[in-house]
């Protein structure tokens, strides 16, 4: 490797040629790990005669290299010999000519000082300190932008030692920062005043200062208010701001941009130190909340304010009246405080003066006359994009956009002052409802607006204010008004109602909420209108007390206006929130959906094919489509043609797509195998992909496992000869990896395969229950997972004595040991765990397991004989219990068999019945534990046991604990 070489390598990087391009790269690559690679980068970069191609190139992969390479214990890290002569270089590279080189030049300084500042670089802060001094503009500007990145990443260490050297650090050079910030923007003014050329460089010179006093001021220092002239810089912050705001008016438009982010930073030092330090913000709540008021809230900032300006005021303003610092604990001691305390009732003072009623409800009144206003924007973007002016922004959209920002601060000062303010409301609510507009009057429907949507906004805090009821008829005559501009009140009047409706309306009055929706949603009116319409529907029906009673004689019209809607929209977005409604509408009627949906059913394959672009989309596709399903029960076998493909694009981890399609196919494809009453060819064809299903991962294991139940119920044959054995493979080689809910799973599924499956089951699962048998010898499970490896193990020796004895030679010689020791063991932990599990039909069945085992003759068993008669004649005092209504034996019956006292047998917590539910139903009606009854079993193998072993058997008999024979014989005879 020479410096030739490399360059050349660089000079291919940068050219358009993707042969070169590629060839230079993976010689680039494997020149990483190299000594000296760095270095020559690095020379290559301070070289300005070279070509800026090049050098962009070098920087950047000095940049990644730093990234990979410059930790101490990185593999193939740099030597510290190469990186000192590294940073030697670095620091010299302060003239940097080019804007964008330099950028990346700051940030490599930045991510090596993260590592190495201060133990292993200290020279590096002195010499960008030395170079800000510089008199030269471009090593001044490029050492404070050095600077700047590289105080930014090292306030963002986090370790304790780190967090203390940089509190060191910001102590020492804070005052530095200050005095030079103050020069930057004393000099900045005077150029704005003088007209200067020298306007842009000033000024970014003082942002930059400004970001570095941020960092240091939030970051740096652990008691702000400890450090006076932090303080001092905060407090005069304000006033430079309304100077700045001043200024702006004189600044040309290609400054404007650039200055307003100066202008906004100093807003943004603010928020971080109410964030981060609200107590040392106590001071300045005063004058920030004058600040704010007077300029956003009075006619002082007329013609000076800009939108992300208010924005950045409006989140101080919520931020201070939301902090929970300045909020008093409910049994706050005036007489015991400490500093903190002192801070919150400082806070609450200062709050309670500020606020007075008149101030609270001029600030209430503006912000709905002047800002919860739509503008002349909104109305463009209206005619030109209904759709996109449709879009509601969420999360936290309110930092950063306008009208989300202007809905949650108005929401914060209302609830803060709801006492003072609801009688304010209410009557600008009245008097605009009450009051008759000429629909060509746009002002005064704009000003009605913004009354009914504050009114939307403080639903809850207006509960006990606002009769809705009694304003519900009012507003009803408001949607029969007609008009272009009008457009805007029923859009406002359709969002009102789902805000209301569930905050306080009668239930007998839901069915006048349908009427009042319902022609608002047809193809004449406004398409704003329409999507406002479908979202408060959605909200309507998204209700405790929905009846779909009161829907069902709307039902056909509901469901054809939002299909009809569905079709005409055009965006990915909107087309999603429309089938979320239509979707939640599908889900909340269930079953009622059947005679309305075959329109849907046509159109959605071809709305499949038009999203292949928007996987978003298609996820909604899928979601409604399993709402289809449920609702349409068998019928939806019918659907199979088009959704076998579905399945098979959703599930196909070689696609891209399935990151976002695989969670809701496979819940289409559970829903499909749970309302199918036989198998198809479609579902049948899906099968060999739940091996690799399952082998993908745990994400979404709990409905891979329930979709391979839903086959072996469905089809137990052709599941356990096709990919039985691939699927028990992969269960078994990660069952010791899953956590015990993962286990618990993986056994349910095994005992239902057991239960279900043809007569070779046992030999397919044999891994998985020579799993189940290593488990119980060790004993050391859970009792949950202990019961479920006995209930396992139980249904194997009530199949074959010879596959269970045949598992523990397996595992005998696994574990190098004797057949019948591990037999032994196994019985010990069986008898010792027995009494714990609490099912009554695990118990049943672990009994009927245990008198299996009375006539193998086998010493295992004959030795432990005491211990198992004592198991089964709890197990009988568990499920036996005495009915007068038998004639004989007592007059004991079984609970636990089918159609017999408390049988339940076992289906999910559904809310509808499915053929997998009649399927399990089958299953269990013919399971050991709901066909045979335990006392009569247990006769008959006593009976034969006592032919087996003759005298050895009174022997037997006469030893057991007399307790536990006198029991026995409530049920049997010995």
């Not at 030109?384 to 949650?408: H, I, K, L, N």
């Not at 329930?706 to 089809?715: D, E, G, H, N, S």
Request: aromatic share 8%.
């Amino acid at each position: 490797m020479s410096v030739d070489l490399v360059l050349g390598s660089l000079r291919d990087a940068s050219s358009q040629d993707p042969l070169r391009i590629k060839a230079a790269v993976d010689q680039l690559k494997r020149w990483e790990v190299e000594p000296g690679f760095y270095t020559i980068l690095v020379n290559a970069l301070t070289d300005y005669n070279i070509d800026v191609g090049i050098r962009w190139q070098s920087i950047v992969y000095f940049k990644n290299g730093v990234d990979r390479y410059w930790r101490k214990n990185a593999p193939n890290a740099l030597s510290e010999e190469e990186k000192v002569g590294i940073r030697a270089t670095l620091i010299r590279a302060l003239n940097e000519p080019e804007n964008k080189i330099a950028v990346q030049v700051a940030v490599s300084i930045a991510k090596a000082a993260r590592m190495d500042v201060p133990r292993d670089w200290p020279e590096l802060l002195p010499a960008l300190s030395e170079a800000v001094k510089s008199d030269n503009e471009i090593v001044k500007h490029r050492g404070l932008l050095y600077l700047h990145h590289t105080i930014k990443l090292l306030a963002r260490k986090r370790l304790a030692i780190d967090r203390r050297a940089f509190h060191d650090l910001s102590s020492d050079i804070i005052g530095y920062m200050l005095n030079l910030w103050h020069g930057f923007h004393q000099l900045l003014l005077a150029d704005l005043q003088t007209g200067s050329t020298n306007q842009e460089l000033s000024l970014n010179k003082s942002i930059l200062s400004l970001k570095i006093l941020r960092n240091l001021i939030v970051h740096g220092l652990k008691k702000p208010y400890e450090h006076n002239e932090a303080m001092l810089f905060v407090e005069k912050s304000f006033d430079e701001t309304r100077t700045l705001l001043q200024a702006r008016k004189n600044i040309g438009p290609q400054l404007r941009d650039i200055f307003d982010k100066y202008i906004v930073l100093h807003q943004k030092i603010w928020a971080d130190l109410l964030d981060t330090h609200p107590y040392s913000f106590v001071n300045h709540i005063r004058p920030a909340l004058t600040f704010v008021c007077s300029l956003c809230f009075t006619d002082e900032g007329k013609g000076l304010l800009f939108q992300r300006f208010i924005i950045f005021c409006f989140n101080l303003l919520k931020g201070i009246l939301v902090c929970h610092e300045y909020k008093l604990r409910k049994n706050f001691d005036d007489t015991t405080m400490s500093q903190h305390d002192e801070g919150t009732l400082a806070a609450c003072k200062i709050k309670t003066q500020f606020f007075q009623p008149n101030t609270v409800s001029e600030i209430c009144r503006r912000l709905i006359t002047d800002y919860l206003l739509m503008t002349n924007e909104d109305l463009e973007l209206w005619d030109d994009d209904p759709e996109g002016f449709a879009f509601e922004e969420t999360g936290d959209s309110w930092r950063y956009c306008w009208r989300p920002c202007c809905e949650a601060v108005f929401v914060t000062v209302f609830h803060e002052y709801r006492e003072t303010l609801a009688p304010h409301l209410v009557e600008m609510a009245r008097t605009s409802s009450s009051t008759p507009i000429d629909t060509n009057n746009l002002p005064a429907i704009l000003q009605k607006d913004a009354v009914y949507a504050a009114v939307g906004h403080a639903a809850f805090d207006l509960y006990d204010e606002v009769d809705f009821d009694s304003w519900l008829s009012s507003l009803g005559q408001e949607l029969d008004i007609k008009g272009s501009n009008y457009r805007i009140i029923r859009r406002r009047v359709c969002w009102l109602l789902g805000q209301w409706s569930g905050v306080k309306l009668s239930p007998g009055l839901r069915p006048k909420l349908y009427q009042l929706l319902l022609p608002l949603l047809t193809q004449e009116e406004d398409l704003v209108v329409r999507l406002a319409a479908a979202k408060s529907l959605k909200v309507v029906i998204d209700d405790f007390e929905f009846s779909i009673e009161e829907l069902e004689p709307y039902l056909h019209q509901v469901f054809s206006l939002l299909f009809n809607l569905l079709k005409e929209v055009n965006e990915c977005d909107t087309k999603l929130n429309v089938l979320n409604v239509l979707s939640y509408f599908i889900e909340r009627v269930g079953v009622a959906i059947r005679p309305v949906c075959s329109a849907l059913l046509h159109y959605l394959p071809t709305l499949w094919e038009e999203s292949s672009k928007h996987d978003m989309l298609r996820c909604a596709i899928l979601t409604t489509l399993v709402f289809i399903v449920q609702g349409l029960g068998t019928v939806s076998e019918g659907l199979l043609p088009f959704l076998g493909p579905v399945l098979e694009l959703s599930t196909d981890l070689t696609q891209d797509s399935h990151i976002y399609l695989l969670e809701d196919g496979l819940e289409l494809w559970l829903t499909i195998l749970h309302n199918t009453a036989k198998p198809s060819e479609v579902l049948i064809n899906l099968l060999p992909r739940l091996p690799n299903l399952l082998e993908n991962g745990t994400e979404n294991l709990r409905t891979i496992v329930y979709i391979i139940q839903a086959y072996v119920l469905l089809c137990p044959g052709h599941v356990t000869d096709s990919i039985g054995p691939a699927v028990v493979s992969v269960a078994a080689s990660m069952y010791s990896d899953l956590v015990d809910d993962g286990r618990l799973m993986v056994l349910r599924l095994t005992e239902t395969w057991i239960k279900a499956g043809p007569p070779n089951t046992p030999q397919v699962l044999e891994s998985l229950l020579l799993t189940v048998l290593s488990s119980v010898h060790t004993g050391s499970d859970y009792l949950v997972l202990m019961s479920l490896h006995l209930s396992i193990l139980s249904r194997l020796i009530l199949i074959s004595h010879h596959l269970f004895s045949q598992l523990c030679l397996r595992l005998a010689s696994a574990e190098n040991s004797n057949h019948n020791d591990v037999a032994g063991k196994v019985m010990d932990v069986w008898l010792d765990k027995m009494p714990c599990v609490i099912a009554p039909e695990r118990r049943k069945l672990l009994g009927l397991a245990l008198a299996s085992l009375l006539t193998t003759e086998s010493p295992v068993v004959l030795t432990r004989v005491y211990l198992i008669l004592l198991n089964i004649a709890e197990a009988l005092n568990d499920v036996t219990r005495p009915d007068d209504s038998v004639a004989g034996a007592g007059g004991m019956i079984d609970s636990l068999m089918a159609g017999q006292g408390d049988a339940v047998l076992d289906t999910d917590d559904i809310d509808y019945e499915t053929e997998h539910d009649s399927r399990k139903r089958h299953v269990a009606m013919q399971d050991p534990v709901h066909t045979v009854v335990l006392k009569d079993y247990v006769q008959n193998q006593i009976t034969v046991m006592s032919q087996q072993l003759g005298d050895n058997y009174k022997q037997i008999i006469m030893n057991v604990d007399v307790e536990t024979r006198d029991n026995l014989q409530e049920y049997v005879t010995l």
